[in-house]
């Protein structure tokens, strides 16, 4: 689930993991952007979809350049493949990278010196982005599925985004629903991290909101009217 | 998500809040009566349609009168409106003003210094009214969007107060759904809202029922019988 | 929510508690057993929907001499009524006895002084059992109002089982759906009820799991093998 | 809902269960195989279907020794029937055997004396495989009862898998949904221990965070940059 108890991690691969973060995750967001181009525009529009080719390729080329060079960073060799699973599965599913988003915050945070957010806060924050990313991408992925399939439910994107929203949140109303069956496992991972995910941001709103309620009851005791 | 952490509150701009919370709040639901009139009337009944469009202008204008109050007293400039956030949103969709009815709860009791309820008490009640009222006003404007679009599903109001429920729930039947765009993003909406309100109902059900139970443990070791 | 921050109790109210509990409850699934045999034989047993109707009706009645005895000895007079919320709900809509049944667990347990489950089973007992008596008894109501409903798809009383359990779980399919008025406003409320008393159960057994789990931990480090 | 509190086990029991947990699973997982290959293979198949009956019928004998003989070594008669009500109810309905996985987990941890995961990490993966498990048993035995039957939904085993994801995340879309009384009770089942074990995933994924985060914040306090 994690790459964190992976021992003494060397100062070079520290720096390193400092510096890449940033660009690391702008090439996410350009990855994301280049496949939203190439699955949105329209077939004839050959020239937008060769640059939404180009930008997925691109960036998929730096994640593994990023891959390998942590991989000879950390001294570890092979071994490096099974104790950093979510890197490794990141790589190969870089629609998956939006979980990785923690990372980005925590760099960014590390540098500015702001007052941070309150630790409920923070988690429903990241588990909130995490979600809406994924979701964005599962949606994108079915829509590129789904379109031109017989018997479908989804004919637009707005259609794939609906079907998005009423997954995350587990209500399911059955208008619009993938039917063929890459879009059902798509759809079946989005319902396992999606749960997941919202379960930590409905737990996390909860103990919030608790937190403020009793807060308030400790500073009015000493009568403030 | 809170304009708590807001440093040291002037003293003027608090007894404003303090005075003005009531009013304001009895102009939220003044607010609510008047959409419900402008959407629920029949096109016909111009006489209630121009009252509920009255009502809903005239509430708005003190919405923003408060809101320009309050600018002005915190001494912030506008550093006031990124700090305020919920505030701002609140202004601009006025529906989303339940979401402010904590502060009421808390100007009432501080003043009649009643015995309070429990913390896990007060935290239902606020995220169940809190639903609830959210909940409304989304089967209000859903119904205003859906009513005449074509292969909708959601007829009358009734229609509209059934799809609410089934999804602020998250059951989701699907017998009731919004076909429109701005439907459906009021949709949306209201399932991001509701999915926290009511994971706090729950959670704070579930810790009340977890603390009765212990305190029982508690009483009856004595031998009561 | 409850009754219990209700003041010192006289003795004599307590001790009709103790004792009046069981019988209550034992009335209760007569009222319930009544009721299903009212609702589920056919129009032409006459013989059948009668005692049904006797056992109702008569049950009722004890929950009315029991209201009364207990507003009687309470000593409060009419303050009864508002103080005692959850009593006065149960009396008028006595399907809701089942929120009741915590009472009797308790009684019982207090009479045998067999050793108690842990905490959070008898957490998710109670909410289980309020939980499946609820359902059974929507279940009973959905179906008397439903059957014969023009464009109904819940027929039999095996479709409105099915109904209330997609309900209670949130899962809602949407093939068996209430659309009478009435039916959707018993549908809302259970889906209500059950949200919060599932929820205690899913909490409950979280716990529990990780309690169990941590005791483990606990148990083996001294080298078990 | 567990056998944990049986009091004093038998020195001869404990080694039993010691030595006879990693066969027996092994046997469950062939007596799943059996029954996968018996539901899944062509009529026409008869080799298949023979091969996967006789796995399911070896292993189900396997299961009743494993009992008989617990239920001498134990010394309780026939009380252990009742205070292993778990053992029972998995006995006669083996399908649900992934509910005792947990045993194996620890049987192999015992062995190895690797590092364990941590709590949450472990409550994640018992409740995740066990609810893959279940979900799979459900699939299948749904598909058994449901494929052939007038008006069915779920013609083909990924309909079936499609259910079960859809059923244990309690999304319910309800494009796919058991028809027959049989399926409709296996799926009633699906619900109650899904959504407990979910809720158990969820609720560890939530406090797996909200420790990360402040395992986080105490990291970086000292200053890291």
């Not at 060397?10 to 699955?39: C, I, K, N």
């Not at 629609?95 to 540098?111: F, H, K, N, S």
Request: hydrophobic share 50%.
């Amino acid at each position: 689930m994690s790459d964190l108890p992976t021992g003494p991690v060397p100062d070079r691969l520290r720096r390193w993991e400092l510096y890449a973060e940033v660009p690391l995750l702008l090439a996410s967001l350009l990855f994301l952007a280049g496949y939203a181009l190439f699955v949105l525009t329209d077939h004839d529009a050959r020239l937008w979809r060769d640059l939404g080719l180009t930008l997925v390729c691109a960036t998929w080329a730096l994640f593994v350049v990023d891959y390998g060079v942590r991989l000879h960073l950390s001294g570890l060799g092979p071994r490096f493949v099974p104790t950093h699973g979510l890197d490794t599965v990141v790589l190969l599913l870089p629609l998956l990278r939006p979980l990785r988003v923690v990372r980005l915050y925590t760099a960014v945070q590390t540098r500015r010196d702001r007052p941070r957010l309150s630790l409920y806060a923070r988690v429903m924050a990241y588990a909130g982005v995490t979600a809406v990313l994924l979701g964005f991408s599962a949606a994108l992925a079915v829509y590129q599925q789904e379109r031109g399939a017989p018997g479908t439910s989804i004919r637009t994107f707005g259609d794939s985004a609906w079907w998005a929203c009423t997954t995350l949140t587990t209500v399911g109303y059955g208008d619009a629903v993938p039917v063929t069956p890459v879009g059902r496992i798509i759809a079946a991972g989005l319902m396992a991290c999606g749960l997941a995910l919202l379960g930590a941001v409905t737990g996390s709103f909860s103990s919030w909101l608790l937190q403020v309620f009793r807060r308030e009851d400790e500073k009015e005791p000493p009568g403030d009217v």
